[in-house]
């Protein structure tokens, strides 16, 4: 179900508004707007000029950069309570990077205004803005280091991992990631092609399967020992 009002958002205490007032927040989002999106649809155009924040509710988006010869770096994945965009307003500059949705994807788009004035009335939210950036940054420089010190097998499992644990699921067996390939091998920069060679073997050692065209973590503890480098998976 899409919900529009703040107070009835479920969402909310997952977010950087937890500690607003659901009065205060309708207050100041009146102008709000609730957009819908299909699957690969673009959200936000990178080197779009700045215009308002993305409050996630539904589906997940992929949030990309392109760098040299076009080709795309994926950042990382919002998930719902996530918002996007936050950089660009603390920077009062064009957005840098892409946002995509991957699957059907429903958002409140909040406009750059009424964004200003929840923080003017509401000082507390800045500190929370502050973390979510830092946590951004964080991992976008694990990030960095990853492609730079692991192999891209390591870094396949180190995703799988990430994505389980940022989607907040408690790390059991036959957990299916609803990523493509593409974006999957995108994120970890590598070509469709060796990524479908890796889970193949990922799937000879019962590791991860494929069920239903999505793939499923099978094994967490091997996983992540792949994921640290130890090769001796059985």
């Known amino acids: 179900?899409?919900?529009?009002?703040?107070?009835?958002?479920?969402?909310?205490?997952?977010?950087?508004?937890?500690?607003?007032?659901?009065?205060?927040?309708?207050?100041?989002?009146?102008?709000?707007?609730?957009?819908?999106?299909d699957k690969n649809e673009i959200i936000i155009q990178q080197n779009d000029p700045f215009r308002g924040v993305f409050c996630i509710q539904e589906g997940t988006v992929k949030v990309s950069t392109i760098g040299n010869k076009n080709k795309e770096f994926v950042l990382w994945?919002?998930?719902?309570?996530?918002?996007?965009?936050?950089?660009?307003?603390?920077?009062?500059?064009?957005?840098?990077?892409?946002?995509?949705?991957?699957?059907?994807?429903?958002?409140?788009?909040?406009?750059d205004g009424d964004f200003k004035e929840l923080l003017n009335r509401d000082p507390s939210i800045s500190r929370k803005i502050i973390k979510i950036l830092c946590d951004e940054i964080s991992s976008i420089e694990g990030r960095i280091a990853s492609v730079s010190q692991k192999s891209i097998r390591e870094q396949f499992a180190e995703m799988l991992i990430s994505i389980a644990t940022k989607n907040k699921k408690s790390l059991e067996a036959n957990m299916p990631i609803s990523y493509s390939i593409k974006d999957l091998a995108s994120t970890i920069g590598t070509t469709n092609n060796y990524?479908?060679?890796?889970?193949?073997?990922?799937?000879?050692?019962n590791v991860v399967t494929i069920l239903n065209k999505k793939l499923v973590i099978k094994d967490f503890d091997k996983l992540s020992l792949i994921a640290?480098?130890?090769?001796s998976v059985t």
């Open 1 to 37: 179900m899409k919900i529009t009002n703040c107070r009835q958002c479920g969402l909310k205490q997952f977010s950087a508004f937890q500690d607003c007032s659901d009065d205060l927040l309708n207050e100041i989002f009146s102008n709000k707007e609730l957009k819908q999106y």
């Open 77 to 111: 994945f919002a998930k719902p309570g996530d918002i996007i965009g936050i950089d660009s307003f603390i920077n009062n500059k064009s957005h840098l990077f892409a946002a995509t949705a991957i699957v059907s994807v429903s958002a409140c788009f909040i406009p």
């Open 195 to 205: 990524l479908y060679k890796i889970i193949s073997d990922f799937n000879d050692k």
């Open 228 to 231: 640290i480098g130890e090769e």
